[in-house]
């Protein structure tokens, strides 16, 4: 009886270039590409005070709502109640510190706490009763927008609350530059910046490097194969949505810094942003990758065109156009790069 | 009429078929025989236009037949019934008949062109159905029928039937047949694929069995063969006389891993079984007869509904597979590797290193370094093939893969392993170095409850047998490795149980 | 055997009263009585009532534009602004191009039915997920939408048009009895016609319809093309009823499109229909709406309870289908 063979010749190398360079090469070129441009046609862009630092702010805060979006991609779900959740959170802070008088650290980790609780809400909803992330998300935003003006208006008889703790009010107008040693004084870095920077040093190193973070990503890269192997898959995803909630939570406090108080508008425009900067930056929508450093990229990108597209003048809404557009291309990039995936990944 | 003539199909690092060849009449019954990984399931994709050949050639009445999918092969009025069912449930059983096709006036269906045409079929067949009865409400094996009506308004004059009778009682596979033979009285050829040889020999005009990707017989008449010459056949001799080294194993030692009585909310009853460390146990079934199930619900994936578990003597209730892999070191090497052993985009040294990451974390965080020290590790110790342990797991060829399944649960130190259906679709070759593999286990001490339904390969390296059949244990026997007389008495244990259950009785 | 969700498309004769509609039907039923009542029958004045009705048709056409993508297993996010911008064109095309009405109303038809159908044949392209995409169309139709005409609004276009949007016929507004009889033609579409068959099969059993020939991706592009088209549906009815549009028109429809068939027992997988079920999921949630009104609840409150409702529905039907398939 002549045995089947197996193809004697050993595996192909995979490619040495790993397969997600190339995306964030692209961006870091477009970046550049734009801010020269911009930079040309305004010069005002490159104006210290009147552009970049706001844009700092901006590309802070968004990277963190693209973080929090992130978080959930990572196991293939969506979280479409990001802006309601930051909201929320806002309104726990806002409280937290008008009636309690409690100070900034506080009235942020009260929000924080705020946050993580819905979202493990949603991911216990999720995880149990096998429903579309989606779709809980999207019930959940809906209950949540109700929520959140019937507690502003019934606690604030408005929409906002009239005060905040009074480190906020210098985490909004001030830099770096503010505070010196002697008679050196720090660059034009709004002080909002490094809790972002924090933010996305810890989710990246969660995704890279520790246990829970590789369990999370395998449970998005397939369910019944982490169930098989041990992965406690239901808890994973609680946890990954009760991070996505608590990154919406810093997000909605950053930019209730960055406004000046505590409203219900919070997260009103956080929904498309969640998306933009992970895809763009090479986060797969299926779930089992996830790039941070991309996620920065994309953020930065995002909020540079509309920047720029602001000071060109562009109405706010016209902007809208151009950023679906952009979606969609970034879509379709993570199509084509998700189908290359697959193809050097699996046999018939 | 319908020929297959030396069909070849290879995949990366694998040929499916080597020279498969088929023959079929009009009017008769063909029965499609061989083994796990023999080919049949390839030779149908062929035959079903799913998959092209690679080498070969498929004819009809002389002229030569190239399919550019499923749709032309119907075309050609070759009809298939898979094992699932592919109607929709929604719809009318007229509906589903003339889903192909539906009548339209104008654009607007025509429901009485409709349930003529879906009588007309099920006329055909002598089947009593109300052809507005909605598909969700029939049992399974009147969608079975159903089906076939929608291969006979497709025009058919062959009709391939995949393991029809997996989930049927005996009395509708008796229905079933009557209706088969209707199909062969009225000129068309039914191929039939089966493991079941008591329902081929029943019902079987002609067979052709595979074995490793060829046709060991062609079109044979049934009446030329026993069943056990068959079995001969599909098995190939020579393999089942391999025999690994001596192995001895403590009769005393008390069980690892022991069921008592167990039942099940699927329906398992009183399932007994023990295990002991360095011992091999042959949970040996045909396909369908609940031990994947079984292991499962041991894993608690499925409802224990009665009876215990004991790990090392003391009783376990197991939640989670995560629960029997940290407290009780139980793994279960999947019988599905592509979709529930491995994580084929990720890399191979991620696939080994995620039953461990808890051992290898320092402070929560795991070093790629030592997970890729890891996966060398093992790859070495298996003689898994991989260029670097980066590389996704699905790059891999089939034996790899199904090392690296493996490899995790090595790597997690597991003294009690449940493998289940470990050299499905792998090539002789790398079987044998499988079996050696297994044999080292446990020669090393480990516990392993050995799931298949390759009967040499359950003889080669099991130490004991029980043999399930519908959910029960028939019976367990001490394995002497000799292979004619182990296969007598495990057919004669599942062939007891059918007649018991008033199944298939001999035409 | 039970009765199950997908056979209720089927044969709604048999076992009538066990249906999600019957219970939908019941409720809604109880309900407007109820309403009357204490309302001290104020609710049943000709006005009154002209106004409860008058309001009730944009929602059916949305929730239907909704349901027709829900059929095949897809989503369409972008269902109120494309109704925004269809309204917009409209009106634009009424005061600014100087087209007669008749030619307008088409327009915004073929307008929807482009951009649905544009929206079919970016998912079959891309193969991104329909709903991601339509997000992406979302937001670009309403920077367009906003392209029109900028903050302002229009008013004071055809005259006629707007007197459509106030007359009644027997009672019943115009618009209303346009919604019905959109919602009939919608039944029939998936009861009766081939094409609407096939677009089922393709929803429920994609692998089982694309064997007998059936292709996904059509039935894909037409739904969403008709999604798009009653949109456009949508957006004429808007412009007619409320005699002034602006960039806003939209915004506040995405929700209703989606609660009305989910509470109506659409399933989210696909493969089942239920025009029936969305009618009077609309009619209930419109009932809500007055009640709020009449009893001065926060609006918010009906949020709150319509998302938690719409959840509830999912969770029935995911329980439903799991029971379904453990009995096969």
Known sequence: MTAQTETAAPPRTPHRIPLWANPRIGLVVLLVVLVVLFSVLRPAFLNTRLTLTPLQSDISVYLVVGLAQLSVLSLGHMNMAVGRMAATSAFTMGLVHDKLGAGLVLSLLAGLAAGALLGALAGLIISRTGVNSFVVTLAMDFALAGLITILYTGVTGGVAFPTMPAAMTSLRFDTFADYCLGDVCGPRVPLVVPFAVLAALLVGLLFRYSRLGREILMTGASPRAAELSGIPTKTRIVQAHALSGLLAALAGFLLAANNGAFSASVGDSFLLPSFLAPVLGGTLLVGGAVSVLGAVLGATLTQVIYKGLNLLQFQLDELQLYIGLVLLAALSLDRARHVLAQRRGSRP | ?507 | MTLTAASRATLPGRHLWRTPEFTLGVIAVAGFLALAVATGGNLLSAGTLGAFFRFLAVPIVIGLSQMVVLAVGQMNLSVGALTGFCAMASAWLMLEAGLPAPLAVLAALLLGLAVGVGNGALVVLTRINGFIVTLATMTIIQGLRYGVNGPDTYQGYSAGLREFGRASILGLPAVFLVAVAVAVLVALFFGRTVTGRQLLASGGSPFAARLSGISHDRSLIIAHGLSGLLAGVAAVLTVAASGSVNATIGDDLLLPSFAAPIIGGVALAGGMVSVTGTLLAAFLIRLVDVMQAQFGINPRWVDLIIGAVVLGAVLLGTVRAKLQERST
């Open chain 2, 1 to 507: 009429m319908l020929t297959a003539e030396n069909l070849v199909k290879t995949f990366p690092g694998v040929r499916a078929l080597d020279g498969a060849s088929l023959t079929l009449h009009p009017g008769s019954v063909h029965a499609l025989l061989g083994e796990n990984g023999a080919g049949k399931s390839t030779l149908v994709k062929l035959l079903t236009g799913v998959y092209r050949p690679d080498g070969g050639r498929i004819t009809q009445d002389g002229q030569e037949l190239h399919f550019g999918g499923p749709l032309d092969a119907q075309r050609a009025g070759i009809g298939v019934v898979h094992q699932e069912r592919n109607l929709i449930p929604a719809f009318t059983v007229a509906e589903n008949i003339v889903l192909h096709h539906l009548p339209s006036r104008a654009g607007w269906l025509d429901r009485r062109r409709m349930r003529a045409e879906a009588r007309r079929c099920l006329e055909l067949l002598e089947v009593e159905l109300d052809p507005d009865t909605p598909v969700a409400r029939l049992s399974v094996a009147q969608g079975q029928l159903v089906e076939i009506a929608k291969a006979l308004s497709l025009d058919s004059t062959v009709l391939l039937l995949d393991e029809p009778t997996a989930s049927l009682t005996g009395d509708e596979a008796d229905r079933l047949f009557t209706v088969v033979r209707r199909l062969r009285d009225s000129g068309h050829a039914v191929v039939l694929v089966s493991h079941k040889l008591e329902e081929v020999f029943a019902v079987a005009d002609t067979v052709t069995v595979l074995r490793d990707g060829r046709s060991v017989a062609e079109a044979a008449p049934l009446a030329d063969f026993t069943q056990g010459q068959i079995v001969d056949l599909m098995v190939g001799r020579a393999f089942a006389s391999v025999r690994l080294a001596e192995r001895t194993v403590d009769e005393q030692a008390p069980p690892a891993l022991q069921l008592k009585d167990v039942s099940t909310a699927l329906g398992h009853r009183e399932v007994s079984l023990a295990v002991r460390p360095g011992e091999i146990l042959g949970l040996y079934g045909l396909v369908g007869a609940g031990r994947s199930e079984l292991a499962k619900a041991v894993l608690g994936l499925e409802r224990i509904t009665g009876g215990t578990v004991e790990v090392h003597g003391r009783p376990a209730r197991i939640r989670s597979v995560g629960e029997a892999l940290h407290r009780h070191r139980l793994g279960y090497v999947t019988e599905d590797r592509k979709n529930e052993g491995l994580f084929l985009e990720q890399p191979v040294s991620r696939n080994i290193a995620v039953t461990v990451w808890r051992r290898l974390a320092r402070a929560g965080l795991v070093s790629d370094r030592r997970e890729r020290d890891l996966a060398e590790t093992y790859a070495q110790r298996l003689g898994i093939r991989i260029a670097t342990p980066r590389q996704p797991a699905g790059e891999l060829s089939g034996g790899n893969q199904q090392k690296v399944s493996l490899a995790k649960w090595l790597a997690a130190e597991c003294d009690i392993l449940i493998v289940d259906e470990p050299t499905v679709g792998i090539d002789v070759r790398t079987k044998a170095a499988f079996h050696e593999l297994i044999a080292g286990l446990a020669a090393d001490g480990l516990a392993l409850l050995l799931i298949s339904s390759d009967l040499p390969e359950t003889v080669v390296l099991a130490d004991r047998i029980a043999v399930m059949s519908d959910l029960r244990i028939v019976g367990e026997l001490d394995n002497d490795h000799d292979y004619q007389r182990m296969s007598q008495q495990i057919i004669r244990l599942i062939h007891a149980e059918t007649h018991v259950e008033g199944g298939v009785s001999a035409a």
